[in-house]
């Protein structure tokens, strides 16, 4: 199957500072790409689908200008969480969809903001 | 009432049964079925992906769609206990996001 990175894997920040995360598809291109949020014993949620090459179409509830979504090319996009705060500590799973619209998933993000 | 109603489980089984994960779903567009598994602390895999009705096979995996029901299911033969994981069933219209389900956690012991 297609596989999708995602870079850190575990990242421990302090409040107020930025965190980007990478998220990469190794061996296809993906022009759509999403990231989720995912809490402790919690299904995914759903925070932004990013589209190669245009702007970041953001879920009701979540803050764009918090969670910057840029996705330059078809096989990179990235989150940073800017100004991040304890509440924003959670697990970043980003996914890329083929051309098939299978949808395939990176390892996750742990994200402690201490 | 959600989109897509899925029973957390937990879900015990000894090794070698066989295990039936279910879930409805209330949106008729629904096009595109997937099952995922996820371990802790992991991201989702990619197990089955259907489109529209019927049956598709892979090794212990079996998965199945009833449109006219708006029912998914997923069946595991001989369960090991490297199953043990939580199974997520999935849903799309053509082109838009995945409407996932709460998640089953299995637990096969053995």
């Known amino acids: 199957g297609a596989v999708v990175s995602q870079h850190p894997s575990w990242v421990i920040c302090k409040s107020g500072t930025s965190v980007k995360i990478e998220c990469r598809s190794l061996d296809f291109q993906a022009t759509t790409m999403f990231w989720y949020r995912q809490f402790p014993k919690q299904s995914l949620m759903l925070m932004a689908t990013s589209n190669e090459g245009s702007k970041a179409t953001y879920e009701q509830g979540v803050e764009k200008d918090k969670f910057l979504i840029n996705h330059a090319s078809l096989t990179l996009s990235t989150l940073t969480v800017t100004s991040a705060h304890p509440e924003d500590s959670s697990f970043y799973i980003c996914s890329a969809r083929d051309l098939l619209y299978e949808q395939y998933f990176g390892p996750g993000t742990r994200l402690t903001v201490t | 009432q959600k989109e897509v109603e899925q029973d957390p489980g937990p879900l015990s089984v000894p090794e070698g049964a066989i295990v039936s994960l279910n879930c409805t779903y209330s949106?008729?567009?629904?096009?595109?079925f997937m099952w995922y598994r996820q371990y802790s602390r992991k991201g989702p895999e990619l197990l089955m992906y259907?489109?529209?009705?019927g049956n598709k096979e892979d090794g212990r995996f079996t998965a199945q769609v009833d449109k006219s029901s708006k029912y998914i299911s997923l069946f595991i033969r001989d369960s090991q206990p490297s199953d043990s994981a939580t199974y997520l069933c999935?849903?799309?219209?053509?082109?838009?996001?995945?409407?996932f389900g709460a998640g089953t956690i299995l637990r096969v012991k053995s």
């Open positions: 259907t489109y529209s009705s």
């Open positions: 949106n008729s567009a629904f096009q595109y």
């Open positions: 999935a849903m799309s219209r053509y082109g838009n996001k995945l409407v």
